[in-house]
């Protein structure tokens, strides 16, 4: 099947690339969840737009990412968590509880999906996370995991 996407997809492209698919990653994920549209003449022609509003979009979502960088990095983020006595989590720390104290800590909201954890998060104490803002623009924080 040939699309056309309209979002950036990993592993795939970003927005406006033509690319051939599976018939059903394309019917069941790409089109519901409008990432591409079908590949026609058409639709060949919106192309040239998609790419002119993606460059436009880039340059300001740059320039918007490099000052949430420096609020995140400026962070004091603390994520309580169930540990035992030699410091060993009761399971992990997720993406979902950082994007949680980030917005508790007074930071901006923060998509799970753009919070990168290394390795599994498993004992209290300080780690290093990333949150990806942009393609170009990753802020890394200390993130302090505290026994509750």
């Known amino acids: 099947m040939k699309l056309i996407l309209t979002a950036a ?9 033509v690319v ?8 069941n994920y790409l089109l ?7 590949w026609t003449r058409g639709a060949e022609k919106q192309i040239e737009g998609i790419n002119r509003a993606r460059e436009a979009r880039t340059v300001r979502d740059n320039a918007h990412a490099v000052e949430l960088r420096t609020q995140l990095e400026g962070l004091s983020i603390e994520v309580p968590a169930r540990a035992a006595a030699e410091g060993k989590l009761f399971g992990a720390v997720t993406s979902t509880d950082i994007a949680a104290a980030i917005k508790k800590a007074g930071g901006p909201a923060v998509d799970k999906r753009s919070v990168q954890i ?9 780690h290093k996370v990333g949150v990806k803002l942009t393609d170009a623009v990753v802020a890394h924080l200390p993130v302090q995991v505290v026994s509750a």
């Open 20 to 27: 051939e698919v599976k018939d059903g990653y394309g019917r």
């Open 32 to 38: 519901p969840r409008g990432y591409a549209i079908k």
């Open 118 to 126: 290394a390795k599994p998060i498993k004992t209290v104490g300080e």
């Open 9 to 17: 997809v990993d592993h795939l492209g970003i927005a406006g690339d």
